[in-house]
């Protein structure tokens, strides 16, 4: 008989986890494994609140295995190092992103795209090589191998920093790979969530000219002032809409819900480019003509491989971009996840593992 998740392993773990589709997260005992020669075991301190958890709560994408332990926006201290870690010591301020394993054989892994190695181990809802279950960053403690962690810069926020590692990669890994960075060019940002906030302040320190595409008109100050936008779109103003059509060299598309492509596609230009990374739970309606046309391009993007990751956050680093957050209690986190459900969030729950986890 399968042992229980508190006797599967040797250490003794804690966090919060849903056992069903309602999504409801309470308290849950487990376990984690001994670490390994290259593993470093990390305690926790943050961890954000990214909308996949949700999804991945409510088993909104049919592949949840129940109980999950939500979070892969993990920030924290090195508590333990194995005989072979050698990027890593005790008290490293260290993160984990969506991913904590590959095969380290295939091609992918070999250039640093572990992002995409069929055998990619996530860091919750997974199973690792040898059947283990793997549980996220809702809880006090993780092991992981030192090729999968993620060394936090000195001069970043621990809290404002945990979202950069699955909203900061999402949006930063498909600018480089589809060169949506040449200084002077326009992006638009379609969505303004816990991604598209993001990826204005990424776009702003590419050099790029940055519009906020979104439905709600009562965001435009925030996008403009706060966030440091250079202009807004209401897309359902017809009048401005029609000012601004072809007038995008790039879209990096953000949103997770059903939602119609033509028009975006008509804000590009000649040659534009069209990149999607929110994951709605139905497939969209692809428009051929204005792709034909104007030889333009809609491709994908998942997160990103360990080494570009560690290089997104350098780059944040240098250019002081972290995530705007809401620090909150894991006591709060079935409030938070109803509010983003509602969107209802500037931009990013985080929660303050280290100072409200507590059995
Ligand atoms: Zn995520
Ligand atoms: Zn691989």
Redesign the pocket.
């Known amino acids: 008989m399968a042992r229980s998740p508190e006797e599967e392993h040797p250490q003794k773990a804690f966090g919060w986890a849903a056992r069903d589709n309602s999504g409801t997260l309470s308290p849950f005992n487990f376990s984690r494994r001994d670490n390994g020669e290259d593993d470093v075991t990390i305690k926790i301190l943050y961890c954000g609140v990214c909308h996949s958890d949700l999804h991945s709560a409510k088993n909104d994408w049919g592949f949840t295995s129940y109980p999950v332990v939500p979070g892969h926006e993990i920030v924290g201290a090195v508590t333990a190092v194995g005989n072979n870690v050698n990027k890593f010591k005790v008290d490293d301020k260290v993160g984990v992103g969506v991913l904590v394993d590959?095969?380290?054989?295939?091609?992918?892994?070999?250039q640093g795209l572990?992002n995409y190695?069929?055998?990619?181990i996530f860091t919750y809802n997974s199973f690792s090589s040898d059947g283990m279950k793997t549980y996220g960053g809702y809880s006090d403690i993780i092991v992981v191998d030192q090729n999968y962690v993620l060394r936090i810069p000195d001069n970043m926020p621990l809290d404002a920093g945990a979202p950069l590692l699955c909203a900061g990669i999402t949006v930063y890994s498909p600018m480089v790979y589809y060169g949506m960075n040449q200084p002077g060019k326009h992006l638009g940002v379609a969505g303004l969530g816990g991604l598209g906030h993001v990826a204005v302040k990424i776009g702003k320190a590419f050099g790029l000219k940055v519009t906020v595409i979104s439905t709600s008109p009562k965001k435009e100050s925030e996008a403009i002032d706060r966030l440091g936008a250079d202009s807004f779109l209401v897309s359902t103003d017809p009048a401005k809409f029609k000012a601004a059509i072809g007038t995008m060299d790039y879209i990096i598309d953000t949103i997770a819900a059903v939602h119609a492509l033509a028009p975006l596609l008509s804000l590009l230009n000649i040659n534009g480019k069209l990149v999607t990374v929110g994951l709605p739970e139905k497939p969209l309606e692809l428009p051929i003509f204005p792709l034909v046309i104007g030889r333009r391009l809609i491709g994908g993007s998942n997160v990103g491989g360990i080494k570009e990751t560690q290089e997104m956050l350098d780059f944040c680093s240098k250019h002081n971009i972290t995530a705007d957050i809401e620090l909150i209690r894991i006591d709060e986190l079935n409030e938070a996840m109803e509010r983003l459900a509602k969107s209802d969030v500037r931009y990013r729950f985080v929660i303050d593992v280290g100072n409200s986890l507590s059995k």
């Open positions: 590959s095969c380290k054989k295939c091609d992918c892994c070999h572990e190695c069929p055998q990619m």
